[in-house]
Structures are given as structure tokens and as C-alpha cells.
């Protein structure tokens, strides 16, 4: 019964508190971060229920040990993966100016330190070396894969950039897919730019 009423004070918790953070916090936690938050809890309770459960007699049978091994490992492995996949994903916005343009919200993407581009990538004499310098990109994007758009391609190098990598340079930048769709044409546009 305790159990139970700890269960139900940690779900009141999930669902209330948010309500009572003040605006100003800039915390926000919808929906999905609750339901995400309270299946972790009724997950967790029902691990607590069965480690009062009363102890079971040994098995005897060599396969149904080898099967409750398999059954708790299918179970348990199942449970990480289903609660990875349902868990609600950040959308990287980047910091917006009002009334810039496309290529000027792209630009302060680029350099600003939660994107990270600049820290891999040179333009203009200034960032990382660890991947291709982007200084003239937009003129030579289109040049790099045949038959492949300037548009495309850089596109391509944001959402999957295993699929071409710049010679000598190593497979080491990680898809943007965390970046809104709206971030990713800014990026573009300012990459486009870059002649």
C-alpha cells in the first residue's frame, strides 16, 4: 500500500509541478516530457513490486532457467529501447534575431557554441581544422558530388554526413538531425552564401 501511495505522489508531482514553475525559470515540460517521466515512474514501482514479492523455489529444469534469463534480458532490453525511443527529443532552435535574415540567423547558428560548426570548420581564417574549411562552400558544393545540386549536397552533409566525406578529412561530424527543420534551411542559406 506504501508503495502505491509513493507511486501516486511521484505521478501528482510529474503533473503538477510544471504548472507551478514561474514563467521567468524558462522551464517548459509538455506533455510528452510528463507521460515520458511517468511511465519512468510506473516502470520503476513495478521494479519495487517485485523485489517484495516473496522469494521463489529454485528452478529445476536447466531450460526454464535458460528461458527466465532470456525472458527478464527480452523484457528489460525491450523496456530501455521502448522508453529511448518514447523519450521526447530536444529541437536545437539556435538564438533568433528579429527581422534577420535567413543567412544572418544561419551565420549566427554557425557560431554559436550549442551548433558547434565553427568549432570543426573553417571560415574566413577563423575555426577548427578538424573538418573541410566552408570558406568558399557555396561555390564548390555544387562540384563536389556529380550530379548532385549545390543545395543537395550541402543538405545531404548536415542530415547524413557518412554518406560523402571531403578527402583527407575523417568521418567524424555527427547528423544535425537534432536541429529544427527551420534551423536547417538557415544553416543552408548561409552556407549558400558563402562564395
Known amino acids: 500500500m506504501r508503495l502505491f501511495v509513493t507511486l501516486v505522489g511521484v505521478l501528482a508531482a510529474i503533473w503538477v509541478i510544471p504548472f507551478l514553475l514561474p514563467v521567468e525559470s524558462g522551464l517548459k515540460f509538455g506533455v510528452p516530457y510528463r507521460v515520458f517521466f511517468s511511465?519512468?515512474?510506473v516502470f520503476g514501482g513495478f521494479w519495487f513490486y517485485l523485489l517484495r514479492m516473496p522469494s521463489m523455489a529454485p528452478?529445476?529444469?536447466?531450460r526454464k532457467a535458460v528461458a527466465s534469463i532470456a525472458l527478464v534480458f527480452v523484457l528489460s532490453t525491450g523496456t530501455i529501447v521502448l522508453f529511448a525511443n518514447l523519450a521526447p527529443q530536444f529541437a536545437f532552435e539556435g538564438k533568433s534575431a528579429s527581422g534577420a535574415t535567413a543567412g544572418e540567423r544561419g551565420k549566427a547558428l554557425f557560431?554559436?557554441?550549442s551548433a558547434g560548426c565553427f568549432l570543426c570548420h573553417v571560415v574566413a581564417g577563423?575555426?577548427?581544422a578538424r573538418g573541410p574549411d566552408l570558406s568558399h562552400v557555396g561555390a564548390v558544393a555544387g562540384n563536389?558530388?556529380?550530379g548532385m545540386s549545390a543545395e543537395d549536397y550541402l543538405k545531404e552533409s548536415l542530415m547524413n554526413p557518412v554518406a560523402f566525406v571531403v578527402p583527407p578529412f575523417d568521418?567524424?561530424?555527427p547528423p544535425f538531425s537534432r536541429l529544427s527543420p527551420e534551423a536547417?534551411?538557415?544553416l543552408l542559406a548561409?552556407?549558400?552564401e558563402l562564395k
Do not use: E, H
Not at 528452478?59 to 536447466?62: C, D, E, P
Open 126 to 128: 577563423s575555426g577548427g
Open 59 to 62: 528452478v529445476k529444469s536447466t
Open 39 to 41: 511511465l519512468i515512474a
Open 171 to 173: 568521418n567524424i561530424m
Open 190 to 192: 548561409y552556407l549558400r
Open 184 to 186: 536547417i534551411n538557415d
Open 144 to 146: 563536389r558530388r556529380p
Open 111 to 113: 557560431n554559436d557554441a
